[in-house]
């Protein structure tokens, strides 16, 4: 899957995990946060690799649950997977379509709950 520079970068300089997958459940690109947060699982090794190869049978089974479900509806874009009380984050599977809203892919996406202390606009 080719990004362009543009959307890459802003996937990029989000400082929460991303992980693009496509339809065949492939690891297509992971940002920076993600290698990070999956170091220990291959981090940037697991670009290329079928999601299926890092998850048990049962969570596969409810990822393609999740993907059936995008498939089914343009309306149907993003599912909330769990939430991580230690981190206080939750995590969610978004749908990736083209312009004509096929399905092209997905992403995990995290968000912190944690209130952001850092001034605003300090630069």
């Not at 290329?48 to 190869?53: A, I, K, Q, S």
């Not at 479900?69 to 991580?84: C, R």
Request: hydrophobic letters at 35%; one cysteine or more.
């Amino acid at each position: 899957m080719d990004l362009s520079p543009l959307f890459k970068s802003v996937i990029d300089q989000d400082t929460m995990p991303v992980v693009i997958c496509d339809t065949a459940h492939i690891i297509v690109y992971m940002n920076p946060a993600a290698i990070e947060h999956y170091s220990e699982q291959g981090g940037r090794n697991l670009v290329g690799l079928h999601l299926f190869d890092c998850h048990s049978a049962k969570t596969g089974e409810v990822i393609r649950n999740v993907v059936d479900w995008f498939a089914k509806s343009k309306d149907n874009n993003i599912v909330h997977t769990f939430y991580n009380n230690r981190l206080n984050k939750d995590v969610y599977m978004v749908a990736l379509r083209d312009d004509d809203g096929n399905l092209i892919g997905y992403y995990e996406k995290h968000e912190s709950r944690n209130r952001d202390e850092t001034p605003f606009y300090q630069i």
